[in-house]
């Protein structure tokens, strides 16, 4: 509050706060030659004088309006907005105020003794010189801003752009090419284009597309500070997620606090001394107004000593009415602020006989809070000081919400740990620090394993629960100085600023490995969840912020890779091969839409007559530098990236549409596709192919498919379904690679299948192996009991194809036989098959 009070000689005057470069025309000057002036002065009003004496005033809308009649060279005195409305220069602001509240007007034009025009003032200008930045403070521009504005195609003319401000009566318009905003078009930029006589130019062509935003949320007090910084008179108004939502103007801004302005304040203070001298009756009805004050209303006399207080006085500070009067309202003060904030405070009030700011002052009770405090001079008719008058507003809640604000904006709303910004803050200081005094720095990439899963299995709720135990246990685990954040998702990310005097940190991130994987007790379930952490080490693996947090990225795919629950520091070698393997992936994206797939056929025979009898569609990808790249490497890599479908779809339509043109030709055999485990589980299989046979007019019986054992133990429900779907219809079904993974007889004698393919790894040593004899063997004899078809894969020598004819194996493929082969070769050798048995 105050503690001693300055001294005002005088009262403010028009004189003091009007513009004076009054800039003037006279009644016949043609509307073209206004227009004109208006636009090289960048102004928006014009005072129209004869003699120097005002008689008309003529606004930018006045010449908008009338060039869209068609009448630019009427004289002023024709459309004038006239008689004009004056004010004495000698006059006093507050008179100023009056006169545009009981007028109805927002502009005067400013004459001197003699009654010539010497200036204009604007009701803007009457509320500026008491400061209005306390209503600014507590508004945002959303309350205010136009939410539907008007808009206009880039590519119509300025002429079309004119009619829709004249019709909306507004002051601006959104600019918009191909669906986006792009820019604004105001009055000022159509004077300034009708000067140039481009009133027919297109405003794509003529108008800048940079577009200014302001936040929304954002205070009306901040909006001005960007419109003062960019001089603009109108912007676009945005949501958080950065979407255009209105336009605000700056008169917006002003109009939105003068009325309110007005009429409080001056009620309020500054009628203070009129109202001393006027009846008894509207004593009575100011002080009701100050009763009934949501804000905080403190009168003193010029002695400093207090006169009245509201009840909102009390209910801020605690203290009663009584317990104030006569005393000085330092009583109030908190001690945070020095003698020279209240040397500007006073100078403030000598030159413009008001203050208005943010300050910390103390309740009765002893707590300290922040306010915002507006402290006005009132005169007498001599410009004398009789009182001061403050008002002031508890800003506690408004701080705590800045408050929250900023968490939001430096931490991880559901963990509470710091977010990613806030680290990158943290892990510069550390980086730099460390160079400063030769020290090392850790960061670790923390990955929780297979956290998908818990989400699915258990919900997003108990998930969350999961996350907030996970980075509760690793902060507990860290030293004065070291950091855990969350990125977002299941990523947490340390920063370990001891390493030099911690040669253990071994030690330590493995006891974090098994901290973290104890049993998590959530709502009387028990939940274990593991990570994967990946380290790199500042100078020795990167010597910036980000490529050391990619290092880290790269030693948690090695973790991950090893078997989860693991920890791994950086390698470069085994970094080239991840960076490697990405490149391979983005490749791979592209791959499919450049067309480097083509399928690769090799063909099978009957073992009892030599005969072939179907063959095998293999996808082969040419890679533009690489060759030919092995299925084994972008297989795998393509069901990671869940590319695994498209490329499905193209094996599935190519190898039909093979089949069409064969049998255009006279060749008849079947074509056997590979279907991965993923397909299963992301489209219905069984109506895609069934849709590509009907495309291509083919019949089922000339196309099978393959399934690994692990389509019956990731989707045994879809599978299972697919099958039957498919059978039904004639096309054959067949396990591959019997043997190799979790092969149980449950799903071979409760699903329907016709084929079962010995993988290669039981045929190579087949010839020195009793064991590898006895286990294929036993496949074919369960096979035929379960009246499947037995087909050995990876045939390479005599020996083999007899030892397997002999144990009744029904088919064979394999390099003995012939390689997989282009299409047309596979034909020419469908044609010519030479006798192999």
């Given at each position: 509050m105050i503690s001693s009070l300055p001294q005002i000689k005088s009262q403010l005057r028009v004189r003091h706060i009007a513009?004076?470069?009054?800039?003037?025309?006279?009644?016949?000057?043609?509307?073209?030659?206004?227009?004109?002036?208006?636009?090289?002065?960048?102004?928006?009003?014009?005072?129209?004088?004869?003699?120097?004496?005002?008689?008309?005033?003529?606004?930018?809308?006045?010449?908008?309006?009338?060039?869209?009649?068609?009448?630019?060279?009427?004289?002023?005195?024709?459309?004038?907005?006239?008689?004009?409305?004056?004010?004495?220069?000698?006059?006093?602001?507050?008179?100023?105020?009056?006169?545009?509240?009981?007028?109805?007007?927002r502009h005067l034009v400013v004459t001197n003794?003699?009654?010539?025009?010497?200036?204009?003032?604007?009701?803007?200008?009457?509320?500026?010189?008491?400061?209005?930045?306390?209503?600014?403070?507590?508004r945002s521009v959303m309350d205010i801003a136009d939410q539907s504005p008007e808009s206009i195609n880039g590519n119509e003319t300025v002429l079309s752009a004119l009619k829709i401000l004249k019709e909306s009566g507004r002051s601006a318009l959104f600019i918009s090419l191909k669906d986006k905003i792009c820019g604004i078009f105001t009055e000022r930029d159509a004077i300034a284009l009708l000067a140039s006589k481009k009133q027919n130019d297109s405003i794509a062509e003529l108008c800048s597309h940079t577009l200014v935003t302001i936040e929304q949320d954002l205070s009306l007090y901040n909006a001005r500070k960007v419109f003062h910084e960019h001089q603009f008179q109108h912007l676009a108004t945005t949501d958080l997620q950065g979407e255009i939502t209105g336009l605000i103007s700056y008169s917006d801004i002003l109009n939105s606090v003068e009325h309110d302005y007005v009429y409080r304040l001056r009620e309020l203070l500054n009628e203070r001394d009129i109202a001393l001298e006027q009846s008894q009756h509207n004593l009575r009805l100011a002080d009701k107004v100050i009763e009934a004050s949501m804000e905080a209303i403190v009168i003193c006399n010029r002695d400093a000593q207090i006169l009245r207080v509201n009840p909102s006085f009390t209910e801020i500070t605690g203290y009663l009415s009584d317990e104030v009067l006569g005393k000085n309202p330092n009583i109030l003060s908190s001690g945070r602020h020095n003698d020279e904030f209240y040397q500007q405070m006073w100078q403030s009030l000598l030159k413009k006989g008001l203050w208005q700011g943010e300050i910390w002052n103390k309740r009765k009770d002893g707590t300290v809070y922040p306010e915002w405090?507006?402290?006005?001079?009132?005169?007498?008719?001599?410009?004398?000081?009789?009182?001061?008058?403050?008002?002031?507003?508890?800003?506690?809640?408004?701080?705590?919400?800045?408050?929250?604000?900023?968490?939001?904006?430096?931490?991880?709303?559901?963990?509470?740990?710091?977010?990613?910004?806030?680290?990158?803050?943290?892990?510069?200081?550390?980086?730099?620090?460390?160079?400063?005094?030769?020290?090392?720095?850790?960061?670790?990439?923390?990955?929780?394993?297979?956290?998908?899963?818990?989400?699915?299995?258990?919900?997003?709720?108990?998930?969350?629960?999961?996350?907030?135990?996970?980075?509760?246990?690793?902060?507990?685990?860290?030293?004065?100085?070291?950091?855990?954040?969350?990125?977002?998702?299941?990523?947490?990310?340390?920063?370990?600023?001891?390493?030099?005097?911690?040669?253990?940190?071994?030690?330590?991130?493995?006891?974090?490995?098994?901290?973290?994987?104890?049993?998590?007790?959530?709502?009387?379930?028990?939940?274990?969840?593991?990570?994967?952490?990946?380290?790199?080490?500042?100078?020795?693996?990167?010597?910036?912020?980000?490529?050391?947090?990619?290092?880290?990225?790269?030693?948690?795919?090695?973790?991950?890779?090893?078997?989860?629950?693991?920890?791994?520091?950086?390698?470069l070698e085994q970094h080239k091969l991840i960076h490697s393997r990405y490149q391979l992936g983005s490749d791979l994206q592209a791959a499919i839409s450049n067309g480097e797939f083509q399928l690769y056929y090799q063909p099978k025979i009957d073992l009892r007559d030599g005969q072939s009898t179907a063959c095998e569609a293999l996808i082969r990808w040419l890679h533009p530098q690489l060759g030919y790249v092995s299925p084994a490497e972008f297989i795998p890599l393509a069901e990671d990236m869940g590319l695994i479908t498209r490329i499905g779809e193209f094996v599935i339509e190519e190898a039909c549409l093979q089949i069409s043109e064969w049998c255009k030709h006279g060749l008849e055999t079947t074509v056997a596709i590979n279907i991965s485990a993923k397909q299963f589980l992301h489209v219905d299989i069984a109506f895609q192919i069934m849709t590509m046979l009907d495309r291509y007019n083919i019949p089922p019986h000339l196309l099978s498919i393959e399934l690994t054992e692990s389509c019956f133990l990731h989707c045994l429900e879809e599978t299972q379904k697919g099958i039957n779907t498919l059978r039904n219809q004639g096309i054959q079904v067949a396990i591959d690679d019997f043997g190799t993974g979790y092969s149980s007889l449950s799903y071979l004698r409760n699903i329907a299948l016709d084929i079962l393919k010995i993988d290669r790894s039981f045929l190579v040593d087949i010839e020195q192996s009793d064991v590898d004899r006895s286990i294929v063997s036993s496949i074919i004899e369960m096979?035929?009991?379960?009246?499947?078809?037995?087909?050995?894969?990876?045939?390479?020598?005599?020996?083999?194809?007899?030892?397997?004819?002999d144990m009744g194996c029904d088919q064979m493929q394999g390099f003995l036989l012939a390689r997989p082969m282009p299409a047309e070769a596979f034909a020419h050798w469908y044609l010519h098959q030479p006798d192999t048995l």
């Open positions: 513009q004076s470069d009054l800039i003037t025309s006279t009644p016949d000057a043609p509307a073209i030659s206004l227009i004109e002036t208006m636009a090289n002065k960048r102004i928006g009003c014009i005072v129209i004088c004869e003699n120097h004496y005002p008689v008309g005033i003529v606004t930018r809308r006045d010449l908008i309006k009338l060039w869209l009649d068609k009448n630019q060279i009427a004289p002023a005195a024709q459309f004038m907005t006239s008689p004009v409305l004056t004010i004495s220069e000698d006059e006093s602001v507050d008179k100023a105020g009056l006169r545009f509240i009981s007028d109805d007007v003794a003699a009654g010539e025009a010497c200036g204009i003032i604007s009701e803007t200008d009457v509320v500026n010189s008491h400061g209005m930045e306390h209503d600014l403070f507590l405090l507006s402290i006005t001079a009132i005169t007498d008719e001599n410009g004398d000081i009789s009182q001061y008058a403050s008002i002031f507003s508890d800003l506690t809640e408004m701080k705590k919400s800045e408050a929250r604000i900023k968490r939001l904006a430096y931490f991880d709303e559901l963990t509470k740990l710091p977010n990613r910004k806030l680290f990158n803050d943290r892990l510069q200081l550390s980086l730099g620090y460390a160079r400063e005094h030769e020290h090392r720095v850790a960061v670790a990439y923390i990955d929780v394993d297979f956290f998908q899963q818990i989400n699915d299995l258990h919900g997003h709720d108990i998930g969350d629960k999961v996350l907030k135990e996970i980075g509760r246990r690793v902060e507990a685990q860290l030293d004065d100085g070291d950091t855990v954040a969350r990125f977002g998702g299941d990523e947490f990310n340390l920063i370990l600023t001891d390493v030099d005097n911690n040669p253990h940190i071994s030690e330590f991130l493995n006891r974090l490995l098994n901290t973290i994987s104890q049993p998590i007790l959530i709502e009387d379930t028990e939940l274990k969840a593991t990570v994967s952490i990946g380290v790199s080490f500042f100078p020795t693996d990167a010597t910036d912020a980000e490529t050391l947090l990619k290092c880290a990225d790269s030693a948690v795919h090695l973790a991950k890779d090893s078997g989860r629950n693991s920890l791994r520091f950086f390698s096979s035929h009991v379960l009246g499947l078809k037995v087909v050995a894969e990876g045939i390479e020598s005599r020996a083999q194809l007899e030892i397997l004819r």
